[in-house]
């Protein structure tokens, strides 16, 4: 995930990688899927939650790493 950069970039959900970005490591791909967990995290981008909690300037915001664990992903 881009963990800095401008608003509309900050807390996209992206696959390629940067060791300035926030990586999600998978180790039970039984329990769920990377692909899944990729469009739920571009859901939660596109839905404007990084935005609240984006913090800095206006022109450069970052997300913290706690922010992005604090994500809930409950199973119907």
């Given at each position: 995930m881009v963990r800095r950069?401008?608003?509309e970039h900050c807390g996209e959900a992206v696959r390629e990688f940067n060791p300035e970005h926030i990586g999600i490591r998978i180790d039970r791909t039984d329990l769920l899927l990377p692909?899944?967990?990729f469009y739920a995290l571009t859901h939660v981008h596109q839905s404007g939650h990084w935005k609240q909690l984006a913090t800095g300037t206006l022109s450069l915001v970052n997300?913290?790493?706690?922010d992005v664990?604090?994500?809930?992903l409950s199973p119907r």
């Open positions: 950069g401008s608003a692909d899944y967990l997300i913290r790493v706690s664990r604090s994500i809930e």
